[in-house]
């Protein structure tokens, strides 16, 4: 097992020490522009994606048992609702919604995983419940991603590892933790002793356990909702001088093997802290499924165009593992299974139902895409693992056989919208918000809650969240 820090004679580095140190000196002024200026899309984005999840079937559920169980808590808002629930629930609930639809943000070199989930809701309820300006929501936002993805980083297994346990919530905690720690203003050492009680009650990487298995796929999918809360309760408890583990990160029982890695690289979760800022490496999704499927995606809309779907004789992908076996399962029959199936989505693609647009409930059934799904064939290339594992790329490679005789190939390694491939425009993140909030809160709101997220230095918090709700 590679250990590499994590020898019998490692000196213990103060993980939890140095990042809480940070926090407590971070000034909102001291963050560069870029860096602000991609924090309010990232709420932005966010924002869009837990409105456009929060009043799916599965969401209702889970609303309507936070609710039976909280009794008269009605703290904070719920966006997306005209109802109002505790900060646990919120940041429970709020996270679940965010990644429900698989249409949130994403980061894919050195942690990969959707930060914003574990992030944006507990820091929208915090912010709300303490009446912060939108200065401090957008520092705890800033702050929230920094230690996430640096966490995510120190922590990530080896790629042999990977293979046989993955998961981004356990160490997505944190992520709220700091939120949480940087709204509330908690001192170092309580924010050490949060650190030391979320990687207590952090959740269990899982993600094997639901790819790997035949659908229909469990509804908690990335257990979002109770890192966030997780994350959240041990910010409250340590508030109140709860004390928790010291040295929770490091050393050879450190959290790193409590969440299923084989290393620990501390210097990875320190380094660059206040001059090299990991959320600008967090890109943004133009298409509500698995980010797995998405370079997939892009190959075939670059071939496509010209095309009619009955024309296409068969469409062959050659991809990493996790696309080529992990979603090679078969035909969905509910949306959430649609988002892990890579060839029903290629089939939605070729046909002219993008998941750009969403996924229906009636295109699970449409004969088009179920015909051309069945004329799309998956190949694991062993040669494209080494970079997804490494360095969290998505090779693939797709040709297109034609009637004609005609075949069309294209590749990619890294899907639109991630920061490698260039980003997401503000103008596409602007229209994907109001595509998504519209519908649900009605244009004038959404128009106003986008101007207010892009200028939120001059709104409070509390302004941001009247104007997501629908009442």
């Not at 029982?253 to 501390?266: L, N």
């Not at 959430?336 to 002219?352: H, M, S």
């Not at 069309?408 to 425009?425: I, Q």
């Amino acid at each position: 097992m590679d250990h590499e820090c994590a020898q019998s004679n490692c000196q213990k580095s103060g993980t939890a020490s140095t990042l809480a140190s940070w926090i407590t000196h971070l000034r909102y002024a001291d963050i560069p522009v870029e860096v602000l200026r991609h924090s309010k899309a990232c709420l932005l984005d966010s924002v869009a994606c837990i409105i456009a999840g929060m009043n799916s079937h599965p969401s209702t559920v889970i609303r309507d048992v936070l609710r039976r169980g909280q009794g008269s808590s009605d703290a904070v808002s719920v966006p997306g609702t005209d109802l109002r629930m505790g900060v646990l629930g919120a940041s429970y609930l709020g996270a679940q919604a965010a990644n429900l639809l698989d249409f949130d943000d994403s980061s894919r070199a050195g942690a990969p995983g959707h930060p914003g989930a574990t992030v944006v809701p507990p820091a929208l309820a915090l912010a709300e419940e303490r009446g912060v300006f939108g200065t401090d929501l957008l520092r705890a936002i800033v702050i929230g991603y920094e230690v996430s993805l640096r966490i995510g980083r120190a922590v990530q297994a080896s790629p042999e590892r990977k293979r046989a346990v993955l998961g981004f919530s356990a160490w997505q905690t944190f992520g709220t933790v700091a939120a949480a720690a940087s709204l509330m203003g908690l001192t170092q050492a309580r924010i050490v002793n949060a650190f030391g009680l979320a990687g207590a009650q952090a959740p269990l990487p899982s993600i094997r356990k639901f790819v790997d298995g035949d659908p229909p796929f469990s509804w908690i999918k990335n257990c979002y909702g109770i890192a966030s809360e997780v994350g959240m309760l041990s910010a409250m408890l340590a508030e109140r001088d709860f004390l928790g583990n010291q040295e929770i990160f490091d050393g050879d029982t450190g959290f790193w093997v409590m969440s299923g890695s084989d290393r620990y690289r501390p210097e990875l979760a320190v380094e660059g802290l206040g001059n090299r800022w990991m959320i600008l490496n967090v890109g943004f999704k133009p298409y509500a499924c698995c980010r797995w499927t998405h370079t997939l995606l892009d190959c075939l809309r670059l071939l496509a165009a010209p095309l009619r779907a009955e024309t296409i004789v068969n469409v062959d992908v050659h991809g990493f593992r996790e696309l080529t076996q992990g979603l090679k399962i078969p035909l969905p029959k509910s949306v959430i299974d649609a988002q892990f199936n890579a060839r029903y989505l290629a089939a939605l693609e070729l046909t002219g139902r993008s998941p750009e647009y969403g996924i229906s409930e009636a295109d699970l059934i449409e004969p088009a895409v179920i015909d051309l799904a069945s004329r799309i064939h998956l190949y694991h290339d062993a040669a494209a693992d080494k970079a997804y594992f490494e360095e969290g790329a998505l090779p693939v490679r797709v040709l297109i056989t034609c009637e004609s005789g005609l075949v069309l190939s294209a590749n990619a390694e890294w899907p639109s919208g991630s920061s490698e491939a260039g980003g997401f425009p503000d103008e596409a993140l602007n229209r994907k918000f109001l595509a998504t909030v519209s519908t649900i809160l009605g244009g004038d709101k959404a128009i106003r809650a986008l101007d207010m997220i892009r200028d939120l230095e001059n709104w409070s918090a509390g302004d941001l969240l009247r104007n997501l709700v629908t009442s």
